[in-house]
């Protein structure tokens, strides 16, 4: 599934205190998925990685109660509060990568939300997440009776749902264009070789970090090879060579542009991405009219992803004068 669509599944499901378990390759956003889903529906969120743990320490820890002359247990402190007020998910992180004497520690919390003396609050649901056992991560095949006590899903990597979250993130504009001219190079991961650096969602992201970083040019390769790859890395900035060749961004916004004799594949891709980037969630609608004018003078492929980035940025177009004109220009491509 791709990610939006996990998302989605996942957030209905722990309304209904289902146990989910998400597989994927690393890097591809798993952790980050669940933590926005904790963030949107203003739920608490508990990281807790059973790798760290020993087999006992769910339980507690046993102590002698004089009140009642018998011996109870001690909940650990990283489980939520038993309590029926807070709302959250307790997210069981790289749960493969426990040993097998920890994972069936977790047998009675994943299925009957108790362990010990401690119960999980009503309004705590549990998620968790860990690599595929043909990715070569320091992983343990998952006892049937654990897997058995979750619902699963595996993720895939999808460039339309990391595009739109890259706008969101304000990736650099450069590197989103990169991705749209060879959606390939978002995740290259091979588990058959020994690379340390491959390129992957959270490698790019480590990417446009380093370029934010204000990084000397001449260390911008380097720096790029040890997040993404060097493949990858070498690729992006023969593309970023383009960016000399871009017109003015503020001329198309303002009409003085109205055209653009080139069709090159990577400079229409880094204009189309570029003028999104400027004007996302700062824009006139004079703006909004210049571009649609300018979209119509395009090759056809590029004048619609334009168009429908700007909507996926919640851009308003449909108001423009121009929207008629481009709609029956092009809607016989739209089906």
């Known amino acids: 599934m791709k990610p939006s669509h996990i998302t989605d ?29 904790a963030r949107e529906q203003n739920m608490e969120f508990i990281d807790l990685r059973l790798s760290l743990l020993d087999p006992t320490d769910l339980k507690g ?14 909940k650990p402190s990283f489980l939520p509060k038993s309590d029926n007020v807070s ?16 994972q069936a520690s977790a047998y009675q919390l994943v299925l009957d939300r108790k362990v010990g003396e401690y119960e999980l609050p009503d309004g705590w649901s549990i998620v968790a997440a860990g690599n595929r056992e043909n990715d070569r991560g320091v992983v343990y095949r998952m006892p049937p009776p654990l897997a058995n ?41 091979d588990p058959t070789t020994n690379q340390k650096s491959f390129a992957t969602p959270r490698s790019w992201e480590f990417a446009n970090r380093i370029l934010q970083s204000g990084i000397k040019q001449e260390l911008l390769h380097e720096s ?49 991405i570029g ?20 979209s119509m003078q395009l090759p056809n492929e590029y004048a619609i992803m334009l168009i429908k980035d700007m909507q996926l940025n919640g851009i308003e177009i449909e108001s423009s004068p121009n929207w008629g004109k481009w709609v029956e220009k092009f809607a016989y491509l739209l089906g």
């Open 9 to 37: 599944t996942v957030s209905k499901l722990i309304e209904q205190k289902l146990p989910v378990f998400i597989w994927g390759a690393p890097g591809i956003g798993k952790s980050s998925i669940v933590k926005a889903i």
């Open 61 to 74: 820890i046993p102590f002698f109660d004089s009140t009642t002359n018998e011996g109870v247990w001690a």
């Open 87 to 102: 709302k959250g998910i307790l997210f069981l992180d790289e749960i493969n990568s426990a040993p097998p004497a920890v």
């Open 149 to 189: 006590r979750f619902v699963h899903f595996e993720m895939e990597v999808d460039f339309e749902d990391w595009k739109a979250w890259a706008y969101r993130a304000n990736v650099d504009a450069s590197i989103i264009a990169f991705l749209q001219y060879d959606p390939s190079r978002l995740f290259s991961f």
């Open 224 to 272: 790029l090879s040890g997040a993404v790859g060097d493949d990858s890395a070498v690729a992006y900035l023969g593309f970023t060579k383009v960016m000399h060749a871009l017109p003015d961004i503020d001329k198309v916004l303002s009409g003085e542009i109205r055209s653009i004799e080139s069709e090159d594949i990577k400079l229409m891709m880094a204009l189309s």
């Open 275 to 294: 003028i999104v980037n400027r004007v996302k969630g700062n824009f006139q609608q004079d703006q909004v009219d210049n571009l649609l004018a300018f």
